[in-house]
């Protein structure tokens, strides 16, 4: 049970919230390794509105066609041409053709830290994507040794993975898919997998085989429309049949046209909220954590979609962390506290975009750096303070006498202001778990875009509404065609090797744009909060992420295990 410490006042929102004694603890255990005398202060924001700062700062999937500012040659960039930053080309940020402490300065007690910062931040180039050791993959981000995949994130050890996002762990053949975990492949429109093989239009799916439409089934073959299934072998919609009446079934139903996907689709939504049995929320072997899609994790509280973690708070897409609070997609670290995209890190405070990074505060777009303070766009670089080169004893006499000079000001403490962020909220993941509409984010002093990239350089265009219902009737020009989604109405073209996908697999030409496929797939996940409900079998109280409003049969743990099994 967690025990209030202090009640507080969102400054953002003005909702009240706690702050506990474990969060005090934590503070206090991260703060111990820093050259914060004073400690960590408590945070002046609620969890949701600490989120969504962070969020503000991630651009995941947008990609632009934009000029490196040092060699002025097209580049793949997560930041639209007229964005206010000097981007560089991969090969050259990471090259020694430039060094980042050339912008280095005194900092300035006269000055708010935040105001330097930004000045530092608009002055130094930054890196256009993070995409590295990759063949033939030039339009992805945030990822790493992956081969032919294309406008992916999140993904790393991949080969040909097309629209899709966090997938690690050596997968290949996936295309609209997220989630995927332990080399799945030949995937469609699938929402968390682990280790299965032609799996289209599932959700929670591990070990499976050839299956279509199937919810949270486990160890399952050649089963068409099925929910909560584990070790089965031929069922439509949950009904065990023959080898040989299966087989007939699905060869009357194959190939699918259009029409008859979006049928199937309707009726698998449905399926999976009125009929599936679901547990107050999903998570495997966790001990005494608090939190939904939790994987091999241990003392944790609020906490989603993170794996192996221990002792962490409020921490959201993340993946080996340990003591560690208030981060969103940190991996392999310890000792973090309000961080976003951090890999390979030790007691990093307040940091953005930092790779391979050990006791760096402040610090946005750092890589491989040990004692940093308020930099940007270092590389392999030492005892730092605003880009500028110090001794190691001088660095560690400056360093607290900025923070007391920040806690003066009031800055100390919180992650950058979210205003900073080097993306207009629009364009960032801050959209879609806390939309905005313009008005509202202009009128927070918020940046937003309007830009768009120019259309598809193709022969002709066509409706979405137009296409043929099945693939083997698409036009020999189909790949120099720009399709119109039937939502949105942009233009989108379907690659090759998406093409030799969808002949493989029998599945019809997509009318969406890819953004709008990626949504559809965003709506059908329950949102990253809890609330309080009675398991449906044993009226035992539990949390989950079901609202109390949805009609889902949700159960507890133990009841929702003995219907399984």
């Known amino acids: 049970m967690e025990s209030a410490v202090l009640q507080k006042s969102c400054l953002n929102c003005q909702n009240p919230f706690v702050v506990t004694s474990e969060d005090e603890a934590l503070l206090k255990k991260i703060g111990e390794t820093s050259l914060a005398q004073q400690g960590l202060p408590h945070p002046k924001l609620c969890p949701d509105c600490r989120q969504q700062r962070r969020l503000a700062f991630r651009n995941e999937r947008w990609m632009y066609r934009r000029k490196c500012d040092f060699t002025g040659k097209d580049i793949i960039s997560m930041y639209p041409p007229n964005s206010p930053f000097k981007v560089y080309a991969q090969n050259i940020w990471w090259s020694d053709q430039w060094d980042a402490t050339e912008y280095g300065r005194n900092f300035d007690f006269s000055r708010p830290f935040f105001e330097q910062f930004r000045e530092l931040q608009l002055a130094v180039p930054r890196l256009a ?3 590295q050791q990759g063949e033939n993959s030039e339009y ?65 799916v591990k070990r499976c085989t050839n299956v279509w439409f199937c919810y949270d089934c486990i160890q399952c073959q050649n089963c068409f429309m099925c929910w909560n299934l584990r ?91 340990k ?7 940190v991996g392999w670290a310890e000792l973090m506290y309000e961080c976003h995209a951090i ?8 940091c953005h975009f930092t790779y391979d990074n050990r006791s760096a505060v402040y610090s946005d777009c750092t890589q491989n750096c040990n004692h940093v303070f308020g930099c940007v766009g270092l590389n392999r670089k030492s005892y730092c303070i ?48 806390y939309p905005l509409t313009k008005e509202q984010a202009l009128a927070k002093n918020i940046s937003w875009s309007d830009y768009e990239p120019s259309p598809p350089m193709v022969s002709k265009t066509v409706s979405a509404e137009d296409l043929p219902q099945f693939l083997d009737e698409a036009p ?7 399709i119109l989604c039937e939502v949105s109405k942009k233009p989108f073209k379907i690659i090759k090797q998406e093409f030799d996908f969808y002949k493989k697999t029998g599945l019809p030409l997509p009318r969406r744009h890819p953004d709008a496929r990626y949504f559809d797939r965003m709506k059908q996940r329950n949102p990253r909060k809890l609330w309080n409900r009675k398991c449906q079998k044993c009226f035992k109280e539990i949390f989950s992420s079901f609202h109390p409003e949805r009609n889902a049969p949700v159960y507890c743990q133990e009841c929702y295990q003995k219907i399984l099994y």
């Open 129 to 131: 994507l993070m995409n």
């Open 140 to 204: 992805i981000h945030h990822s790493c040794k992956n081969k032919n995949c294309f406008m992916s994130s999140v993904t790393f050890g991949g080969e040909d993975i097309y629209y899709s996002d966090w997938i690690i762990d050596h997968c290949r053949d996936c295309v609209d898919c997220s989630y995927l975990l332990e080399g799945c492949e030949l995937c469609y429109e699938t929402y968390y997998a682990w280790g299965s093989y032609q799996a289209f239009f599932c959700d929670f």
């Open 231 to 321: 070790n089965r072998e031929y069922c439509v919609r949950n009904k065990q049949y023959s080898k040989e009446n299966y087989e007939k079934y699905i060869a009357g139903i194959f190939p699918f046209s259009a029409d008859k996907i979006q049928e199937f689709r309707k009726e698998y939504i449905k399926a999976k909220e009125y009929l599936a049995a679901h547990a107050g929320v999903y998570e495997l072997q966790c001990t005494d954590s608090y939190g939904d899609l939790m994987f091999h994790s241990k003392n944790c509280f609020y906490c989603f979609d993170s794996i192996r973690m221990e002792d962490c708070r409020y921490c959201y897409d993340n993946i080996d962390l």
């Open 323 to 329: 003591d560690s609070l208030d981060n969103y997609h």
């Open 343 to 350: 890999s390979n890190g030790y007691n990093c405070l307040f």
């Open 386 to 433: 605003l880009n500028k080169q110090y001794s190691k004893e001088a660095y560690e006499e400056l360093v607290p006498r900025i923070i007391e000079h920040m806690i003066r000001t009031g800055e100390f403490g919180e992650f950058f202001p979210i205003q900073f962020s080097p993306f207009s909220y629009n364009q960032s993941r801050a959209q879609e778990y």
């Open 476 to 482: 020999a020009d189909i790949l120099q065609t720009a």
